[in-house]
Every structure is written in structure tokens, then in C-alpha cells.
């Protein structure tokens, strides 16, 4: 059993930044694919980010890319999504997940589920 708690969200100008933390508990935490989703009122949860159980590899939504970085401390059991030339469009709540594989939170077969964070960009 794994449980995810997000922090770090707010609000921010456009241009701005953020980082997202995910701390996670759970003896097997080590052992999971990590990820960031996000989800807007009314529309389908969407996958950010993801990465391995080693933070050797990661995966970005195009939408992302280059603005976007995601990252884990596996002795801190936390893991980090760093936000940068943030847009309106960002705007969501973002849900840290736990899957077996990058695969696996990549195509939404993630495990375990955080409760949010809210991140709010203005124009």
C-alpha cells in the first residue's frame, strides 16, 4: 500500500513557476513508476509526466516539454514536478500517481492516487 500527498500548488502570473511535491509512504514506494496528471472541471484527467523507479528515465506530454521536469528522491519517498513559463492553460488540479511501470502510469494504470493539488495560473 502506497499513499500520495501533493503540495505545493497556488496561485501564479503567467511566466511564472512552480514546484509540486508528492510524498509518498509505503514500505514498497521504491518499487513504482511515478507520475503527474492533471484534470480540469468537465474534461478527462490528462498525463503530464512520468518517471521511473530509479529516476533513470522520463516520459512528457507534448504540451509540456521543455517547460515541465519531473524527478524523485527515493530516500526523501518524494517526488517533485518543477514548473516553469507557466500558462492559463496549466491550469488544473494535479494528481500525483504510483503505477508498477512508467508504462503503466504513462498509458493511466496507475495504482494509487494522491487527493491534488490546485495550480491556478492568471494572464
Known amino acids: 500500500q502506497v499513499q500520495l500527498v501533493e503540495s505545493g500548488g497556488g496561485l501564479v502570473q503567467a511566466g511564472g513557476s512552480l514546484r509540486l511535491s508528492c510524498a509518498a509512504s509505503?514500505?514498497?514506494?521504491?518499487?513504482?513508476?511515478m507520475g503527474w496528471f492533471r484534470q480540469v472541471p468537465g474534461k478527462e484527467r490528462e498525463h503530464v509526466a512520468c518517471i521511473t523507479r530509479y529516476g533513470d528515465s522520463t516520459y512528457y506530454a507534448d504540451s509540456v516539454k521543455g517547460r515541465f521536469t519531473i524527478s524523485r528522491d527515493n530516500a526523501k519517498n518524494t517526488v517533485y514536478l518543477q514548473m516553469i513559463s507557466l500558462k492559463p492553460e496549466d491550469t488544473a488540479v494535479y494528481y500525483c500517481a504510483a503505477g508498477l511501470s512508467i508504462s503503466a502510469v504513462r498509458d493511466g494504470r496507475a495504482i494509487y492516487w494522491g487527493q491534488g493539488t490546485q495550480v491556478t495560473v492568471s494572464s
Open positions: 509505503g514500505r514498497t514506494y521504491n518499487y513504482y513508476g
